[in-house]
């Protein structure tokens, strides 16, 4: 989430390093990362061919037995905003994408690209992909379910409409959606919660925490990847620099599902399967806290 405008990274040939994450160890391997995760500045590139959720997931996948009629729509009431991390276009738009808005305790730019996979599979198809996957699992348990963004073929939105839209929505739990790009070395999942800033977040920072820890838990069992090496304390990170989090009137968190830069948990990311299984972790981790 450290990263420098698009101009400066073209003239100094390097590229920012990941969503939240420290290291660079592409940069001493002699390989250059792509541009990077959550609230980082664009870059221009090319774009990659990118996976969809264009293959069939197994119904047995989509949502856990039934237990009886009661268990039907467990989340019949409850409103849930899904940010699915960057956009697949951001790359063609810099000008848009570095420019700066007020997050509150200091200005950022309005979105970044996102980081990518050596083999070019980028952050923003696997957070579409993932909260596309979500958005069924959680309408089949009865959530009315919003999404940040409509395509993976745009531009936007900024970190500050992205809060104003589960605002809006006056939405009962929101999650934004991510992978990180740290150094190969690096692994685990962390999730990242909202400190008090004395602005509209304070009100519901202690839900957020409570929400954080609910889908940490259920991401840990659900997926087996093992908490954060690099960030955090047991796969949990309180920041206060996140506009998608220090705007948000509604309990949210922002989970960085893994590190793309590393190859093992890239090569799970890249599977159906096994993004179909993030999808199911992170819809009972919510219904968890929902139901609370």
Not at 50 to 63: D, F, K, N, V, Y
Not at 152 to 159: A, Q, S
Request: charged share 20%; aromatic share 4%; net charge positive.
């Amino acid at each position: 989430m450290r990263a420098l405008p698009a101009s400066v990274l073209a003239v100094c040939g390097l590229i920012a390093s990941a969503c939240g994450g420290t290291g660079t160890g592409d940069a001493a391997a002699g390989q250059a990362a792509p541009a990077t995760s959550a609230e980082q500045t664009a870059t221009e590139r090319t774009p990659v061919q990118e996976q969809t959720a264009a293959e069939p997931t197994p119904a047995t996948e989509q949502t856990p037995a039934k237990q009886s009629p009661l268990d039907d729509k467990p989340l019949e009431g409850k409103v849930v905003v899904i940010d699915p991390g960057h956009n697949g276009g951001n790359y063609r738009d810099p000008k848009a994408v570095n420019r700066m808005v007020n997050v509150l305790t200091k200005w950022k730019p309005c979105d970044t690209t996102g980081t990518a996979t050596n083999n070019g599979y980028s952050e923003a198809a696997f957070a579409w992909d993932v909260s596309k996957r979500l958005v069924k699992i959680l309408e089949a348990r009865g959530a009315t379910v919003k999404l940040t963004r409509e395509s993976n073929d745009g531009v936007g939105p900024c970190i500050t409409e992205r809060a104003a839209i589960g605002n809006k929505a006056h939405a009962n739990v929101a999650i934004s959606i991510h992978g990180d790009g740290s150094a190969p070395a690096n692994h685990g999942f962390h999730v990242i919660m909202p400190k008090k800033i004395n602005g509209p977040v304070d009100k519901v920072v202690a839900a957020s925490s409570r929400l954080g820890i609910d889908v940490r838990n259920a991401f840990a069992k659900g997926t087996g990847l093992p908490y954060s090496t690099y960030v955090g304390r047991d796969a949990l990170d309180y920041r206060s620099d996140l506009g998608g989090l220090n705007l948000s009137t509604v309990p949210k968190i922002l989970i960085e599902c893994g590190n793309m830069r590393n190859a093992a948990e890239a090569a799970k990311f890249q599977d159906p399967r096994f993004r179909q299984k993030i999808a199911v972790a992170l819809a009972n981790g919510l219904q968890h806290y929902l139901k609370a």
